[in-house]
C-alpha cells in the first residue's frame, strides 16, 4: 500500500520486541527518528559550542542566534521570572524545530506527526505549569478564571468559558502541532501520488504544486515549533505573573 | 434513519481496529502509543539534561564574554578619547603658554634695550658735554695764555721797535704798562 497518503505515518517496530510489565516498549521507526532528531541537536549544539571565539564561526552563529532567538521569545512573553525554565523552552523549541524538519526529508518519519507525541509534551506542560500557578500564588491562582473588569452579570459565564478554555489548553496545543504536521505530509504525499498516476502528460502540474508545498510545509514546520514555544511562554506567563 | 445511524456507529465500533490500522490513521492505533510514550521522555529527557547542563551555560557564557569584551573596549575607546582630549587641551595650554611667554620676552626685551640705548645715550650725552666744557675751557685758557703772550710779544716788538727807532733802551716796566692799557682797550674788539 505505498500509494497510501497515511502509509507514511504507520509505525513499525526495530529490531527485537521490549516488553517491560506487559507493555510493549519496542524501539521503532518513531522512536528511531527521535534519536536521530535528537543526535543532530546535541552534534549541532556540540559544533557550535566547541570553539569559544569572539569572533564566531558560522556553525557557533547559528548556535548563539538560536539561542538569543529563544531567549528574546521568553523574555517578551513570560519577562524575567520565567528564566528558570529557559533550558526547558530552548530544549522544547529545539525538539519540536528538528523533528519537524526531519520529517521534511524524504523517507523519513515525522514524529510530530503523531498525536500522542504531541499530547504527552502538552499535558507536560499545562500540567507544570498549573503546578507551578500554585506553588506561587496559592489559591490565588484560581482568579486567573475570574478576569477583572467584566461585568458582574456576564462573570458566571465568563468564568466557565476561561475554565474551559483553560482545560483545552493541551488538546489545542497537541492536536495544532499534530494535524498541521499530518495534513501538510499528507497533502504532499497525495499530490505525489497524482504525479504518478498523471504520468508523464499531467504530472507536471501537481508535481510544481508539491515543490510549492515543499516550501510551505518548511515553513510551517518552523511556525509550528515557534508557535509550540511561544504558547508554552504564554501559558508560563499567566502561571508566573496572574495579570487578571 | 436512526437504524442505520445505529447499525453504522456498530460497524465503526467492530471494525475500529482495522480502520484504524489499515486504512485511516495510524495516529489513533494504541498499539505503539507505550512506546512512543517512553521514547520520547526518555529521548527528551536525555536532550534536556545536555543542553540545560552542557550547552546552553556554554552559550550564554561564550555570549557574556563576548559582551564583556565589547563593553570593555568600549569602555577603553572612551578612556582614550577622553585622555586625547585632555592631552590636547594640555598641548594647547602649553601652546597659549609659549606664546605668552614670547609676548613677555619680546617686551621685556624691548625695554631693556630701550633702558640700555637710554641710559647709554645719557651717558655719552653727559661725556659729550663733559667734552664741550673740557674744551671750552682749553680754549678760555688758550686765549688767556694766548692774550698773555701776545702782551709779551707786543712789548718785545714794541721794546724792539723803539730801541731801534730811537736806539735807546726804554723802561721795560712803562712799556709793559701802555701795550696793557692799549691792549685792554682793544680787548674787547676780539673776545
Same mark, same amino acid.
Given at each position: 500500500? %505505498? ?9 513499525? !517496530? ?42 564566531? /564561526? !558560522? ?18 512573553? %513570560? ?29 523519513? #518519519? ?8 504531541? =499530547?504527552?509534551?502538552? =499535558? #507536560? ?14 489559591? !490565588? ?10 461585568? %458582574? ?26 494535524? /498541521? ?7 504532499? !504525499? ?34 509550528? %515549533? ?9 501559558? =508560563?506567563?499567566?502561571?508566573? /505573573?496572574?495579570?487578571? | ?11 465503526? $465500533?467492530?471494525?475500529? +481496529?482495522?480502520?484504524?490500522?489499515? $486504512? ?27 543542553? $540545560? ?10 555570549? &557574556? ?7 570593555? &573596549? ?29 609676548? @613677555?620676552?619680546?617686551?621685556?626685551? @624691548? +625695554?631693556?634695550? &630701550?633702558? &640700555? ?17 673740557? $674744551? ?23 721794546? +724792539? ?24 682797550? +682793544? ?5
Amino acid at each position: 500500500m %505505498a500509494s497510501n497518503p497515511m502509509q507514511q505515518f504507520s509505525v513499525h !517496530k526495530i529490531g527485537p520486541e521490549i516488553k517491560i510489565a506487559g507493555i510493549d516498549l519496542s524501539f521503532t521507526n518513531a522512536s528511531l527518528f527521535m534519536v536521530i532528531s535528537a543526535s543532530i541537536i546535541l552534534l549541532f549544539l556540540f559544533l557550535g559550542t566547541k570553539e569559544k571565539k569572539i569572533v564566531p /564561526n !558560522k556553525i557557533q552563529l547559528i548556535a548563539e542566534m538560536f539561542y538569543t532567538f529563544v531567549a528574546k521569545m521568553i523574555s517578551d512573553t %513570560a519577562g524575567s521570572k520565567a528564566k528558570p525554565y529557559f533550558p526547558f523552552i530552548f530544549s522544547l523549541f529545539m525538539f519540536v524545530l528538528f523533528c519537524n524538519m526531519v520529517g521534511m526529508l524524504p523517507y523519513s #518519519f515525522t514524529v510530530t506527526s503523531h498525536i500522542i507525541v504531541t =499530547l504527552i509534551m502538552a =499535558l #507536560f506542560i499545562f500540567i507544570a505549569v498549573t503546578l507551578i500557578g500554585f506553588a506561587k500564588h496559592g489559591f !490565588k491562582y484560581l482568579s486567573i478564571f475570574v478576569p477583572s473588569g467584566v461585568p %458582574a452579570v456576564l462573570l458566571p459565564l465568563i468564568t466557565v468559558i476561561e475554565i474551559i478554555s483553560y482545560l483545552s489548553r493541551p488538546v489545542s496545543l497537541s492536536v495544532r502541532l499534530f494535524a /498541521n504536521m499530518m495534513a501538510g505530509h499528507t497533502m504532499l !504525499k497525495v499530490f505525489g501520488g497524482f504525479v504518478i498516476s498523471l504520468g508523464l502528460l499531467g504530472g507536471w502540474l501537481p508535481l510544481g504544486f508539491s515543490i510549492a508545498l515543499t516550501g510551505l510545509e518548511i515553513l510551517v514546520a518552523f511556525l509550528q %515549533a515557534y508557535v509550540f514555544a511561544i504558547l508554552t511562554c504564554i501559558y =508560563l506567563n499567566d502561571a508566573l /505573573n496572574l495579570h487578571h | 434513519m436512526n437504524k442505520y445511524f445505529g447499525f453504522i456507529i456498530a460497524l465503526i $465500533a467492530t471494525q475500529n +481496529n482495522l480502520f484504524a490500522a489499515e $486504512a485511516g490513521m495510524p495516529q489513533l492505533d494504541p498499539k505503539y502509543w507505550a512506546s512512543q510514550a517512553f521514547w520520547l521522555i526518555l529521548v527528551f529527557t536525555i536532550l534536556y539534561i545536555s543542553i $540545560a547542563k552542557f550547552y546552553l551555560p556554554k552559550i550564554k557564557n561564550n555570549l &557574556d564574554t563576548r559582551e564583556n569584551r565589547i563593553k570593555d &573596549d568600549l569602555e577603553d575607546a572612551n578612556k582614550f578619547k577622553e585622555l586625547s582630549e585632555s592631552k590636547l587641551k594640555e598641548y594647547e595650554k602649553i601652546l597659549d603658554d609659549a606664546k605668552k611667554e614670547v609676548i @613677555k620676552i619680546h617686551i621685556e626685551s @624691548k +625695554n631693556t634695550l &630701550d633702558k &640700555d640705548i637710554k641710559t647709554k645715550k645719557e651717558t655719552i650725552e653727559k661725556e659729550i658735554e663733559k667734552e664741550i666744557v673740557k $674744551a671750552q675751557k682749553e680754549m678760555s685758557d688758550l686765549k688767556k695764555n694766548s692774550l698773555k703772550d701776545v702782551q709779551k710779544i707786543s712789548e718785545n716788538i714794541a721794546s +724792539n721797535i723803539i730801541e731801534t727807532i730811537s736806539g735807546d733802551k726804554l723802561n721795560e716796566s712803562s712799556i709793559k704798562a701802555t701795550v696793557e692799557d692799549i691792549s685792554k682797550k +682793544n680787548l674787547g674788539k676780539y673776545l
